[in-house]
Nanobody, 125 residues
Framework: QVQLVESGGGLVQAGGSLRLSCAAS????????MGWFRQAPGKEREFVAA????????YYADSVKGRFTISRDNAKNTVYLQMNSLEPEDTSVYYC??????????????????WGQGTQVTVSS
């Protein structure tokens, strides 16, 4: 059974940092892209960042480029999202997801087969 379990969310002041973790289990993800998405109330789920498990190529939404860093630890089967210089606009539920689709569809939630339960990130002004 595939499981993606996020952790690390919380409440932080603007300008602060958080690191989210996504522990993956239940299958081999070596040919997958691992992505982070976020969804605020009343808004669509939006792409944040992705990493190719094999090789480690990374991709970012323009809104987080230079502030967020995605990485993975092969030994722990875990993907991380380091979030720095957080802004109130970053407040959302953050989801980890896994996709075996092409690079061209990285930003499309429908292309991801597996999802975590989400973790809340709240940034106060």
């Amino acid at each position: 059974q595939v499981q993606l379990v996020e952790s690390g969310g919380g409440l932080v002041q603007a300008g602060g940092s958080l690191r989210l973790s996504c522990a993956a289990s239940g299958r081999t993800f070596s040919n997958y892209y691992m992505g982070w998405f976020r969804q605020a109330p009343g808004k669509e789920r939006e792409f944040v960042a992705a990493i190719r498990w094999s090789g480690g190529s990374t991709y970012y939404a323009d809104s987080v480029k230079g502030r967020f860093t995605i990485s993975r630890d092969n030994a722990k089967n875990t993907v991380y999202l380091q979030m720095n210089s957080l802004e109130p606009e970053d407040t959302s539920v953050y989801y980890c997801a896994a996709s075996s689709s092409s690079y061209w569809y990285l930003q499309r939630p429908a292309q991801y087969s597996y999802w975590g339960q989400g973790t809340q990130v709240t940034v106060s002004s």
